[in-house]
C-alpha cells in the first residue's frame, strides 16, 4: 500500500523532509509499528522518531494515537505536539 | 468563519464585519495572542509558524462547531497567521458574540484552550543566543481538560 | 485607564492605543456591550444611560486598581458611554492585555463583573410598549461573588 | 447640617428631582434615619423611597449600606441598583 507520509517541526528537520511517499509492508498494521519501522530506515529517522512517545499522529488529518489502526489512511502525519495560538 | 493566512489582521475591522447589521448581539469578545520579546527569559527577535495545511482549516472548524454547541452563539471568529513575525505583531484572533457575557467569554476561552492543544501549528523562535521549537505547556493541556471535566460535572 | 463619554468608541482604535509600541504583551482581550433589540422579549426600540458623574469614574477607577492588583496586567482600559443608544451600538468596553491569556481573560471578566454591579450607571429602555428602568439581574451579583468566593477558597 | 442629595433613575423620577441640598436635624444620625425623614416630606418622596430596601446609597460617592452613619458627609446619594455595562 502506497500511503503519503508528512513531516512537521522538528520531526521534519530531523528526517529531513517535508514529505515522501512510501510503500507500506503488510505487517505495518499499526502508527506503532509504522514508527518501528520508520526508524529502521536510517539514522535521520532513528533521531526523528527516538523520543516516539512524544510524537504525534494524524490519519488521513484527524488525530490518533500510537495503536490506531492504519488501515485505508491516504496521508499520515507526524508532528511534535502542537504549540500555536 | 475561520482562516489561516500569512498576512497581518485588522482586530477592529474583523469585530465590524462580524457585527455588521446585527442587533440581536448583546456581548462581543476578542482574544488576540501576539509575540513576545521574550521567552522564559531569552529575548525573541522573531517567530515562525508552521502549520499543516489542510488538517489546520480542519481542526478550527471542528472546534468552531464545538463551541457553537456548546454555547448560543451569534457569530464566531478565528484567524491564525503562519509565516514569520516579529515581536508586537498579531499572530491568532478569535472573536465570538452572543446575547450575554457569559457565553461570549467562556466560548472564546474555550476556542483558545482547544486551538492550543488541537490545532496543528508549530512555534518556532529565534534571538541572538540561538532558538528553537517552542515546548508544549503542560498548563495548556490543563486548560483544555477543564472543559471535558465540566461536561462530566454536568451529567 | 478609564473613560466616561457620550460619543462611540472604535473597539481596534482603543486596542491600537493600548499596545501600541509594546513588545511584552502576548495576550488581549476586549469585552463590548451592545444594545440588543430584544429585552425580556418585548422589542428596544433605544436605550438611555444615566450615570452619577463623579462618582462613576471613582468606582469604574476603583474597579481598575482592583484587577491591576489581582493580575499581571500591562495594560487595561475602561470605557463606558451615557445617553441615549439604539440597537446594536457600543455601550461598554473593557480592554486588558498581559503577558499570558489566563490573566487577560480573567481580569477582562473581573471588570465586567464588577462593573456590573459597582459602577452607577441605569439603562432605561424605550419601545413600542413603552418602556422602564432595567432591573438588576440575580446573576450579576452571583457573577460578582464567584470573584470573592475564589479569595476565599485560595487563603 | 447642610448636606446635598442626589437622585438618580427612577428614585429621581419619582422625586422629582435630580438635586436639592438639605438642612439635616440632628437626629438624622444614619442613612436609614434620613430615608425614614425624607419619607415623612412628602408623597413623592413616600413613593420614592417606598421599597426602601432596594435603594442604595452612596455618601460622598462611596457605596453605603443603610446603617452607615452619615457623620461629616457632604453628598448623599440615592438610586436604584446599578444596571451598567
Known amino acids: ?85 | 468563519m475561520i482562516r489561516v493566512q500569512q498576512q497581518d489582521f485588522d482586530i477592529g475591522e474583523e469585530i465590524d464585519r462580524l457585527r455588521a447589521g446585527r442587533t440581536d448581539i448583546g456581548a462581543i469578545v476578542s482574544f488576540t495572542g501576539t509575540v513576545r520579546d521574550t521567552a522564559k527569559g531569552a529575548p525573541v527577535t522573531s517567530m515562525t509558524l508552521e502549520h499543516y495545511p489542510g488538517m489546520t482549516e480542519k481542526e478550527l472548524e471542528r472546534i468552531e462547531a464545538e463551541a457553537n454547541a456548546r454555547w448560543p452563539l451569534h457569530a464566531s471568529l478565528i484567524v491564525h497567521r503562519t509565516g514569520r513575525m516579529t515581536p508586537g505583531e498579531n499572530i491568532v484572533l478569535v472573536v465570538t458574540a452572543s446575547a450575554s457575557r457569559g457565553a461570549a467569554f467562556e466560548a472564546a476561552e474555550f476556542l483558545m484552550d482547544y486551538l492550543k492543544t488541537d490545532a496543528p501549528f508549530w512555534k518556532k523562535e529565534e534571538g541572538p543566543d540561538g532558538g528553537g521549537w517552542v515546548d508544549a505547556r503542560d498548563s495548556d493541556d490543563a486548560a483544555r481538560k477543564r472543559w471535558s471535566a465540566q461536561d462530566k460535572a454536568a451529567e
Open chain 1, 1 to 85: 500500500m502506497t500511503v503519503k507520509l508528512l513531516y512537521f517541526a522538528w520531526v521534519r528537520e530531523k528526517t529531513g523532509l517535508g514529505e515522501e511517499s512510501v510503500d507500506l509492508p503488510g505487517e505495518v498494521k499499526t502508527v506503532a509499528d509504522l514508527i518501528g519501522w520508520l526508524k529502521a530506515r536510517g539514522p535521520e529517522y532513528e533521531a526523528a522518531f527516538e523520543q516516539s512517545d512524544v510524537i504525534r499522529t494524524a490519519l488521513d488529518q484527524t488525530h490518533v494515537s500510537h495503536d490506531a489502526k492504519i488501515a485505508q489512511a491516504r496521508e499520515i502525519a507526524f508532528f511534535p505536539p502542537v504549540t500555536g495560538g
